[in-house]
């Protein structure tokens, strides 16, 4: 049997996310952006609900393309709210197209979000080496200082606990316990 992070003993869909995805070094702006809107529409809520409605999200959401959503009116937003399979709460479907749009402004300005984004890390997964979940924090002096640029940029809902799940969860912050099967597999995809 492998040894996992607790978090994720939950049932099958947890295991799999936790094994094939949470921490490895994400690259991709539109997987990037995916996870900002999804880790946004987590604020207040658990991981595991969000995870349940991921396939509905991403059809909602027009597959996570940023240069869609950028666009929605306020048919599409009223459309949004009245769908049972996402996050109805208006103030973050509002933000996930404002979100869109700060995406798109930074990605011009930088070339790609990815560019962006990791200079937080100085393009490096900071590796942790926790060897219990109490001892994992909720935010870091790079989370903070990612929130903090966000905000100034015109993101919502990216508060420094959004932004170090996000940083966890994308492979800026390698967070797996050094028991865990995957600490080593992500150091070394890293």
Known sequence: MKKRCGWCEKDQMYKDYHDQEWG????????????????????????????????HFKEAFDQFDPNKI???????????????GI???KAKVNAAVKNAQAFLRIK?????????????????????AWRDMKDIPSHSSE????????????F?????TICYAHMQA???INDHLVDCFRYNEITALS
């Open 156 to 160: 919502n809902f990216v508060g420094t």
């Open 108 to 128: 011009e300005l930088f070339g790609s979000f990815d560019h962006y984004i990791w200079q937080f890390t100085n393009g490096k997964t900071i590796h942790n």
């Open 70 to 84: 950028a666009h929605y009116n306020n048919e599409k937003i009223e459309n949004l709210l009245t769908n049972p």
């Open 143 to 154: 989370s903070d200082a990612l929130s903090k640029d966000l905000k100034q940029r015109g």
């Open 24 to 55: 490895v070094p994400l690259h991709d702006d539109l997987k990037i952006f995916e996870f900002l809107i999804l880790e946004s529409m987590q604020a207040g809520l658990s991981w595991y609900t969000i995870l349940k409605k991921r396939t």
């Open 87 to 89: 996050i109805r709460n």
């Open 170 to 172: 994308t492979g800026m």
